[in-house]
């Protein structure tokens, strides 16, 4: 029989641990006879005690038994659920260690997974630490006394963790998810049930404008609307100084938030704002990033690696609401943008003609953004500079395989995920781009997601 390598450690056995380094998922890592072991909850530097929860051949996980040492980076979380809720997976160290921790991300990412040698700056962190989201979607359901609640999904399940005061967002948005429970329990409103799909509340959607103020309201339903609507509207409309309140219909069995349907109870069924001097108008569908100081500092960021001319043509796939590309085009001659979401090309095309910019100035296109660039290339179009901004499965081959037929001077890449950048941005390299830049930006403080910019150049 061929020789078989067994794993040093059992279930539930106890070892001793000093943590090296966090992982990209947040986990601590220590090792054990030479087997990497990731413990949730822990900081570099820690000396634990750890009981094994899993062990596999190459790796095991573990949870804290008992904390020996604290590493130097490690502070007391100031949430009382943000082991449970898992969103604040990093919020037991201090920003300070966070910071580098993301660094070391994409270091890593860059370095094991795209194999690229290719110096990482130091993460630019987040002007705001706390109550910096600007949306936020909370799933209504009971908790074991019987009340109405929202909160946050534990980890790996749907079971709602209660969440009266999430330090991540404004504190108006928790103060209405509490008064909303009153008012659901008052008018008998009942949550919605995943395994029966029955139920009527399904989530509270809240979106603030930054730097308006402007505040929007959606309840997600399962139906055609809420029991005692008007006067739920009109009470948190009163109390919270609503700019807009909007019923979403979604009465399918999935788990995706939003259904395709949406109409408007109270307001204008918008709410405006500026992101990097951009004036946008947005409802629930478009996608924005959630933390406005720190996308300005990002977009900054690959507006100056663009580094557009008076004469270029700018591509931007990925584009969103085209708030990117919008916030270059005082520096080129002209941009054209791709997405798949029909709501976010129409915010793009209403702010281009807010702006008084012609179809020949910006133009936006409603289609994937691996058929565009597809077609593009094969058309023969031949623009300056191109910035993507995928999601976090990345760039598709077809997409690639376009930038490079096209062949830009500049490919500015915009990432969630420093796992799919540096595999991207790998391609690229092989095919002829030269990696002058990647930039990690902290878009999601106190989480262990970061943003990152690459700058390409042809080689």
Not at 28 to 56: C, H, N
Not at 425 to 443: F, H
Request: one cysteine or more; proline letters at 7%.
């Amino acid at each position: 029989m061929p020789n078989q390598t067994f794993s040093p450690l059992k279930k539930n056995q106890l070892i001793e641990l000093t943590i090296d380094s966090l992982s990209s998922d947040g986990n601590g890592v220590g090792r054990f006879e030479g087997l990497a072991v990731f413990v949730p909850s822990t900081a570099p530097g820690d000396k634990i005690t750890a009981r094994v929860t899993k062990a596999l051949k190459n790796y095991a996980f573990a949870r804290v038994e008992k904390l020996l040492t604290p590493g130097p980076g490690r502070c007391e979380p100031d949430c009382p659920v943000c082991g449970p809720c898992g969103g604040c997976s990093l919020r037991h160290i201090t920003y300070q260690a966070e910071c580098a921790a993301k660094s070391g991300f994409v270091r890593d990412a860059f370095a094991r997974l795209g194999g690229l040698d290719t110096p990482v700056a130091e993460v630019l962190p987040s002007p705001l630490v706390e109550r910096y989201r600007n949306k936020v979607q909370l799933p209504v359901g009971r908790d074991s006394n019987g009340h109405i609640v929202t909160g946050f999904y534990a980890g790996r399940s749907h079971r709602i963790i209660r969440t009266p005061d999430c330090r991540l967002q404004p504190e108006w948005m928790n103060a209405l998810a509490a008064r909303a429970c009153t008012l659901f329990e008052e008018y008998g409103v009942e949550p919605y049930n995943e395994e029966t799909g029955k139920g009527r509340i399904r989530h509270l959607y809240m979106r603030q404008g930054w730097h308006s103020g402007q505040r929007l309201l959606c309840f997600v339903v399962n139906g055609n609307g809420l029991p005692h609507e008007a006067e739920i509207c009109r009470q948190l409309q009163k109390e919270f100084g609503l700019t807009t309140v909007l019923i979403n219909r979604n009465n399918a069995r999935t788990n995706v938030i939003l259904g395709q349907t949406t109409r408007t109870a109270v307001g204008p069924g918008v709410i405006e704002d500026t992101l990097a001097g951009v004036p946008l108008r947005m409802g629930v569908h478009e996608f924005y990033q959630v933390n406005t100081p720190a996308a300005e500092l990002l977009y900054a960021t690959a507006r100056r690696y663009a580094a557009l001319q008076p004469d270029d043509f700018l591509l931007d796939l990925y584009c969103g609401m085209g708030t990117i590309g919008l916030s270059m085009l005082p520096d080129c001659r002209r941009l054209v943008g791709v997405e798949v979401v029909p709501q976010a090309v129409e915010a793009a095309k209403e702010t281009a003609a807010r702006l008084g910019l012609s179809a020949e100035q910006a133009d936006f296109y409603c289609m994937d953004a691996g058929t565009a660039a597809a077609r593009f290339a094969a058309e023969g179009t031949r623009p300056d500079v191109i910035v993507v901004d995928p999601p976090r499965k990345g760039c598709d081959e077809a997409t690639l395989e376009a930038l490079v037929d096209m062949a830009p001077r500049t490919i500015v890449m915009v990432s969630c995920n420093p796992a799919t950048a540096a595999r991207d941005t790998r391609a690229l390299a092989d095919a002829g781009y030269r990696v002058d830049a990647v930039q990690p930006v902290d878009l999601f403080p106190r989480t262990k997601h970061c943003e990152t910019v690459v700058l390409l150049s042809k080689g």
